[in-house]
């Protein structure tokens, strides 16, 4: 079983950037999909981006693309999310995610592919 710690949010003006990491422990971390979700407050939690256990490909929501891109060191057993251009809209717990599972490019979005979550870390984009 794989446990999951997210660090790096706090708060940032509109504009600025901010790098999310979560590292993994327990298992073995290549062998895991996994993606970064978020949480804004009275909001369902939204897919924001998500990469193969390779690396070799990602996907991002349409809200963030070309803005957060994410990446993974399976040497650091850490996966990433770099935050560009934020908006007030991009406050939120953001939230890291894994699923042991080889998945179809579809549901890298979906919140039930994902066996184990981190804790969340705020992020908060000031105007």
């Known amino acids: 079983q794989v446990q999951l710690v997210e660090s790096g949010g706090g708060l940032v003006q509109a504009g600025g950037s901010l790098r999310l990491s979560c590292a993994a422990s327990?298992?073995?971390?290549?062998?895991?999909?996994m993606a970064w979700f978020r949480q804004a407050p009275g909001k369902d939690r939204e897919f924001v981006a998500g990469?193969?256990?390779?690396?070799?490909?990602?996907f991002d929501a349409e809200a963030v693309k070309g803005r957060f891109p994410i990446s993974r060191d399976n040497a650091k057993n850490t996966v990433y999310l770099q935050m560009n251009s934020l908006k007030p809209e991009d406050t939120a717990v953001y939230y890291c995610?894994?699923?042991?599972?080889?998945?179809?490019?579809?549901?890298?979005?979906?919140?039930?592919?994902?066996?184990?979550w981190g804790q969340g870390t705020q992020v908060t984009v000031s105007s």
């Open positions: 995610a894994a699923s042991p599972r080889a998945l179809y490019s579809s549901r890298y979005q979906l919140e039930q592919t994902y066996d184990y």
């Open positions: 327990g298992g073995t971390f290549s062998n895991y999909a």
């Open positions: 990469i193969t256990r390779s690396g070799g490909r990602t």
